[in-house]
């Protein structure tokens, strides 16, 4: 299956990302443990996206293999942050983050993390 996503997409995105779940404690009064998680989990979007491989990267420091190992870690383990630190009762922060999870699995799953060796194989065809 071919994937949408090309690792510059996924980076733009991760940036847009880390900018909302940055915003997301202040705009949505999430309770103190929720924003630390917010702050958290939006400096880890940032500081990944800023030194992976890809176009959107200030140092390409970090394989896009790599990347994707930390975005599935984060979408295994973001799900019950919310119930592990307190605040699972909060209907707004829990379902925050649970979106959160979804949007980072999907972004993750249609990403084309092999995306030059993709393109060299449909050249080398030609």
Do not use: C, Q
């Not at 989990?41 to 959107?56: C, D």
């Not at 190992?69 to 973001?78: C, K, N, V, Y």
């Not at 119930?83 to 699995?105: E, I, P, Q, S």
């Amino acid at each position: 299956m071919r994937k949408p996503l090309t690792p510059t997409m996924h980076g733009a995105m991760d940036y847009a990302t880390a900018i909302g779940v940055s915003a997301a404690p202040r705009l949505w009064n999430m309770p103190a443990r929720a924003s630390g998680l917010a702050y958290g989990v939006a400096s880890g979007i940032l500081g990944l996206a800023a030194f992976t491989n890809f176009k959107p990267a200030i140092k390409r420091a970090v394989p896009l293999r790599v990347h994707e190992m930390a975005d599935a870690s984060l979408g295994m383990a973001l799900p019950a942050m919310p119930f592990m630190l307190g605040f699972g009762k909060n209907k707004v922060a829990r379902n925050f983050f649970l979106g959160l999870t979804a949007m980072l699995a999907l972004n993750t799953l249609l990403t084309d993390w092999n995306e030059k060796k993709t393109r060299r194989r449909k050249s080398s065809r030609r």
